[in-house]
């Protein structure tokens, strides 16, 4: 089952319009929710995305394994400060080849040594630095909203309130 959405204001410190962003988030915070992502998704509607919001800064691999849309991801900092971004390309055909994983307890079973597991693998992305928070939008979103490295984030929910970094 999915989390309510979050509404929330992304405003970007280094945009001289100073124009907060709207988006709307799905919040990933539990070990379940941080490994599925946004695998299984086939439509991702405009300014959507999903916030893995990590309790303490880590490295981070963010794979397309079982993903079926295109993805740019943000990394950002403790700081809030957007420190990487990634366009990610999903591959569908590569999923025919296996049976379909729908569910969490699914990926348990599969063997993470197999061609197509290493294939995902070597296709993802690993940040530089630890992470507090990585951002998931579709592909080219932070590109089309003048989102760039170095941008630090504030992000407020619908009510004005800021959003805190401990989940």
Same mark, same amino acid.
Not at 149 to 155: K, P, S
């Given at each position: /089952?999915?989390?309510?959405?979050?509404?929330?204001?992304?405003?970007?410190?280094?945009?001289?319009?100073?124009?907060?962003?709207?988006?709307?988030?799905?919040?990933?915070?539990?070990?379940?929710?941080?490994?599925?992502?946004?695998?299984?998704?086939?439509?991702?509607?405009?300014?959507?995305? /999903?916030?893995?919001?990590?309790?303490?800064?880590?490295?981070?691999?963010?794979?397309?394994?079982?993903?079926?849309?295109?993805?740019?991801?943000?990394?950002?900092?403790?700081?809030?400060?957007?420190?990487?971004?990634?366009?990610?390309?999903?591959?569908?055909?590569? /999923?025919?080849?296996?049976?379909?994983?729908?569910?969490?307890?699914?990926?348990?079973?599969?063997?993470?040594?197999?061609?197509?597991?290493?294939?995902?693998?070597?296709?993802?992305?690993?940040?530089?630095?630890?992470?507090?928070?990585?951002?998931?939008?579709?592909?080219?979103?932070?590109?089309?909203?003048?989102?760039?490295?170095?941008?630090?984030?504030?992000?407020?929910?619908?009510?004005?309130?800021?959003?805190?970094?401990?989940?």
């Amino acid at each position: /089952m999915r989390k309510p959405l979050l509404f929330l204001l992304l405003t970007l410190s280094s945009v001289a319009r100073g124009t907060p962003v709207p988006i709307t988030l799905e919040h990933a915070t539990t070990a379940e929710e941080l490994t599925w992502g946004l695998m299984q998704r086939h439509f991702l509607p405009a300014n959507h995305g /999903m916030l893995f919001h990590y309790s303490m800064p880590r490295y981070v691999h963010i794979w397309m394994f079982n993903c079926f849309i295109d993805l740019s991801v943000a990394f950002i900092d403790d700081q809030n400060i957007i420190r990487e971004i990634h366009e990610l390309k999903a591959h569908p055909h590569k /999923m025919a080849t296996i049976s379909p994983i729908t569910h969490y307890q699914s990926l348990n079973c599969y063997l993470i040594e197999s061609p197509v597991a290493h294939f995902f693998l070597s296709e993802g992305v690993k940040s530089h630095f630890p992470v507090s928070f990585v951002l998931e939008m579709n592909a080219e979103w932070f590109a089309r909203s003048g989102v760039h490295l170095g941008d630090t984030i504030q992000w407020k929910n619908n009510n004005g309130t800021i959003f805190r970094q401990n989940p």
